[in-house]
């Protein structure tokens, strides 16, 4: 297994901001409760706490906090396609996020739903983090100190920010977005006039787009106790300000931003943090991971269909790689995670499972030693078993493995994934029909049955020996081996590629084996290939 640096490579970058030890070190992660929460969202905070763990081992007596902040003050600009009852949600666009409806209609608002999905999910793998949400810290007044040093910055940030925009847009822009007091929207108003001296603005709802209206409202308005938001760079610098955040990643499309808000919380008076640039994921077409559209991989989808050991491991991977992951190619991720089990040396401080075991608080690396069995070979076995439920995969996995009875919760937990899988995802995949198989292979089938039905009778039904028969069949009558494994798998699978067959026939048993072939010689009979 390889080695994993990067945690302790950031871990010594961090500084401590004072040498008093009860000041804690500040690590933040941030979202955008826009759309549902999905792995993206999830990576950064555990990405976060790798660090915060590789640093706590050298530094044991400091104390770290991490904080998980959303933005939920940020206005609704679009409908994500995978959230229902968009025709209720229309007439909210422009307005923020936690003063909109709950499509779901299980929560207080828009947001609010969107944070509890976060928050149920880092809370079921024990995180240990503060919580803080945008409208709060607006509407509480934790913002309030940094919203006066922007008002008494104004033109230092106004100056610093205009450089950055398109010439047409500079001189109405502001780092104040002030919501409109009579429609309560924050992305039609533009501010006319500001007045440092009471710390409030004046400003005008009258900007109109093709999916908000204006409502041409005029006011006067203080900057205080959540009556206005700034800009998302300029919140940035103030989530940092408030919260004296000393380190914060962030996606590759924010470098820009990263460097622009560090300069803002400069001129806030305050240190910025150390931040640190990932790339961003794709799904499995190479697209990138977006609320919007709803690809990817939801976080409710990954407790569901695999063990989130498997997720925590493909999050240790380089973080400056950009990586596919998607419905489809989930198996081979948790297939990644079984494999790295087998490894003893899991305690070790520069194996990912002692990162993961950090996460996990229990010792699934133990659990796996000695058994081969995939999470793929397992969706293989599943979907040829039909609608035969957890139980009966785990009594197949049980037959095939000793090692399945040893970890039995283990294995139960797999196979209830794989089951949730196989019935939520792949059945409704709507994939082109396999091709047809290749006639001139049809003669081999039956040779190749008839010697299974010999290892069954000699008692050698194992993995080993059937994989070999499978070879053994193709190199005496010097068949191609990709052409003829394909044959296979349409034969037996109706499927261009599947399972290594041999651990596949073991884990099915020869009973289960014989009637797979007896339907295949059967069809290829009907159509007089044999």
């Known amino acids: 297994?390889?080695?994993?640096?990067?945690?302790?490579?950031?871990?010594k970058k961090i500084e401590s901001p004072t040498r008093n030890s009860d000041t804690p070190i500040v690590f933040e992660t941030g979202y955008g409760p826009s759309g549902l929460p999905h792995i993206g969202t999830f990576a950064e905070v555990a990405r976060t706490v790798y660090i915060m763990n590789a640093f706590a081992l050298k530094n044991p007596d400091r104390k770290?906090?991490?904080?998980?902040?959303?933005?939920?003050?940020?206005?609704?600009?679009?409908?994500?396609?995978?959230?229902?009852?968009?025709?209720l949600l229309k007439a909210h666009l422009g307005a923020p996020l936690s003063k909109v409806p709950d499509p779901?209609?299980?929560?207080?608002?828009?947001?609010?739903?969107?944070?509890?999905?976060?928050?149920?999910?880092?809370?079921?793998?024990?995180?240990?983090?503060?919580?803080h949400s945008s409208t709060d810290c607006y509407k509480g007044g934790i913002f309030n100190e940094g919203l006066k040093q922007v008002m008494d910055n104004y033109?230092?940030?106004?100056?610093?920010?205009?450089?950055?925009?398109?010439?047409?847009?500079?001189?109405?822009?502001?780092?104040?977005?002030?919501?409109?007091?009579?429609?309560?929207?924050?992305?039609t108003t533009r501010v006319k006039e500001v007045h440092p001296e009471t710390n409030e603005l004046s400003y005008s709802c009258n900007l109109h787009s093709d999916t908000y209206r204006a409502c041409g409202h005029t006011d006067r308005s203080s900057i205080l106790d959540g009556r206005v938001k700034v800009g998302w760079k300029i919140d940035w610098a103030l989530r940092w300000f408030t919260f004296n955040v000393n380190y914060e990643m962030?996606?590759?499309?924010?470098?820009?931003?990263?460097?622009?808000?560090?300069?803002?919380?400069?001129?806030?008076?305050?240190?910025?943090?150390?931040?640190?640039?990932?790339?961003?994921?794709?799904?499995?077409?190479?697209?990138?991971?977006?609320?919007?559209?709803?690809?990817?991989?939801?976080?409710?989808?990954?407790?569901?269909?695999?063990?989130?050991?498997?997720?925590?491991?493909?999050l240790l991977e380089n973080p400056n790689k950009a990586r596919k992951m998607g419905l489809p190619i989930l198996p081979k991720?948790?297939?990644?995670?079984?494999?790295?089990?087998?490894?003893?040396?899991?305690?070790?401080?520069?194996?990912?499972?002692?990162?993961?075991?950090?996460?996990?608080?229990?010792?699934?690396?133990s659990l796996q030693e000695g058994s081969d069995i995939q999470y793929s070979l397992l969706v293989n076995v599943a979907e040829t078993l039909g609608h035969g439920g957890a139980d009966l995969l785990y009594d197949f996995a049980k037959?095939?493995?000793?090692?399945?009875?040893?970890?039995?919760?283990?294995?139960?937990?797999?196979?209830?994934?794989?089951?949730?899988?196989?019935?939520?995802?792949?059945?409704?995949?709507?994939?082109?029909?396999?091709?047809?198989?290749?006639?001139?292979?049809?003669?081999?089938?039956?040779?190749?049955?008839?010697?299974?039905?010999?290892?069954?009778?000699?008692?050698?039904?194992?993995?080993?020996?059937?994989?070999?028969?499978?070879?053994?069949?193709?190199?005496?009558?010097?068949?191609?081996?990709?052409?003829?494994?394909?044959?296979?798998?349409?034969?037996l699978l109706q499927k261009d590629q599947g399972p290594r067959l041999g651990s596949f026939f073991a884990m099915l048993g020869f009973d289960k084996v014989e009637q797979i072939f007896d339907e295949a010689i059967q069809t290829a009979e009907q159509n007089q290939n044999i």
């Open 1 to 11: 297994m390889s080695k994993v640096r990067w945690p302790y490579q950031e871990a």
């Open 64 to 87: 770290l906090k991490l904080i998980v902040f959303s933005d939920d003050m940020d206005g609704l600009r679009s409908i994500p396609e995978n959230v229902p009852n968009h025709e």
């Open 104 to 131: 779901f209609e299980v929560d207080k608002s828009y947001s609010a739903n969107m944070n509890d999905r976060l928050c149920r999910f880092l809370d079921h793998y024990g995180f240990d983090y503060e919580f």
């Open 155 to 187: 033109q230092a940030i106004r100056s610093l920010f205009i450089n950055t925009i398109a010439e047409e847009k500079r001189e109405a822009w502001s780092p104040f977005f002030p919501i409109c007091a009579n429609c309560g929207k924050i992305y």
């Open 250 to 314: 962030h996606g590759k499309d924010l470098i820009d931003s990263a460097a622009l808000s560090s300069k803002i919380c400069k001129i806030l008076g305050a240190r910025p943090p150390l931040t640190y640039k990932y790339e961003l994921f794709l799904d499995e077409n190479g697209a990138k991971i977006s609320k919007k559209i709803g690809n990817g991989v939801s976080m409710e989808q990954w407790q569901a269909y695999a063990p989130v050991g498997a997720l925590l491991l493909f």
């Open 333 to 365: 991720l948790v297939d990644n995670y079984l494999a790295a089990l087998h490894d003893k040396n899991y305690t070790e401080a520069d194996s990912p499972l002692w990162f993961i075991d950090r996460l996990l608080h229990h010792h699934d690396a």
């Open 399 to 491: 037959r095939y493995d000793s090692a399945v009875g040893e970890n039995e919760r283990f294995f139960r937990d797999l196979c209830r994934h794989v089951i949730d899988y196989v019935e939520g995802v792949k059945a409704k995949t709507s994939d082109s029909p396999p091709a047809e198989p290749d006639a001139s292979f049809s003669p081999y089938l039956i040779e190749l049955y008839q010697n299974i039905g010999q290892l069954n009778a000699q008692g050698n039904f194992t993995h080993e020996l059937l994989q070999n028969a499978v070879f053994t069949v193709a190199k005496q009558h010097n068949l191609d081996f990709n052409e003829w494994f394909r044959f296979l798998y349409l034969s």
